[in-house]
């Protein structure tokens, strides 16, 4: 079965870090475009980071550059986002889409998430 | 960055009637807009990518159309479980990638 499956999320204080994965299965992460999108409690989406697919280029909301940064192992197949100084507005739940070839960025598999919460 | 105005926030409808949902792009996004549908505690699915195509599996009651900043999700023939929120994306060179604030669509 094609999936994919996040974890790494939790509880903590603002300043604080934490490190989420996506680990794929059923496909092969580097052939896609990936990003990372959140849910705040009862709010819409926010698309976070990006990484495209074989070069790994990669895109940052305004809102977390320079703090966050999403990474890849392909051995592994299994996407990063380290998150760094983090704010009470980073709570939310925290989804692994994935897109497809080039600048194709339209997310046609999502994982369940994973929730994070800042708070002290 | 390209700012998605989406409308309305929320509409109530019967079954079986034909509802549509707009989104407006801040600026030409070709036809980068994709559509997806949200229900309570779960991910998003995909409904429409590139402003008409319709995804695999998804009933054929949706519909999308637009192109540079206008662009609109119909859905034919209203059925209870399309009871969900429903939200625009685009994805215009260059990135960032914005999302619509969203409809909640509520089943009479």
């Known amino acids: 079965e094609v999936q994919l499956l996040e974890s790494g999320g939790g509880l903590v204080q603002p300043g604080g870090s934490l490190r989420l994965s996506c680990t794929a299965s059923?496909?092969?992460?580097?052939?896609?475009?990936m990003s990372w999108v959140r849910q705040a409690p009862g709010k819409g989406l926010e698309w976070v980071s990006g990484?495209?697919?074989?070069?790994?280029?990669?895109y940052y909301a305004d809102s977390v550059k320079g703090r966050f940064t999403i990474s890849r192992d392909n051995s592994k197949n299994t996407l990063y986002l380290q998150m760094n100084s983090l704010r009470a507005e980073d709570t939310g739940v925290y989804y692994c889409?994935?897109?497809?070839?080039?600048?194709?960025?339209?997310?046609?598999?999502w994982g369940r998430g994973t929730p994070v919460t800042v708070s002290s | 960055d390209t700012q998605m105005t989406q409308s309305p926030a929320s509409l109530s409808a019967s079954v079986g009637d034909r509802v549509t949902i707009t989104c407006q792009a801040s600026?030409?996004?070709?036809?980068?807009l994709n559509w997806y549908q949200q229900k309570p505690g779960k991910a998003p699915k995909l409904l429409i990518y590139?402003?008409?195509n319709l995804e695999r599996g998804v009933p054929s009651r949706f519909s999308g159309s637009g192109s540079g900043t206008d662009f609109s999700l119909t859905i034919s023939s209203l059925q209870p479980e399309d009871s969900a929120t429903y939200f625009c994306?685009?994805?215009?060179?260059?990135?960032?990638?914005?999302f619509g604030q969203g409809t909640r669509l509520e089943i009479k």
């Open positions: 059923g496909l092969t992460l580097n052939t896609y475009v």
């Open positions: 600026h030409d996004i070709r036809n980068s």
């Open positions: 994306q685009q994805y215009g060179n260059p990135l960032p990638i914005t």
């Open positions: 590139d402003a008409y």
């Open positions: 889409a994935k897109g497809w070839v080039g600048f194709d960025w339209y997310f046609d598999l």
């Open positions: 990484m495209s697919s074989y070069g790994g280029r990669t």
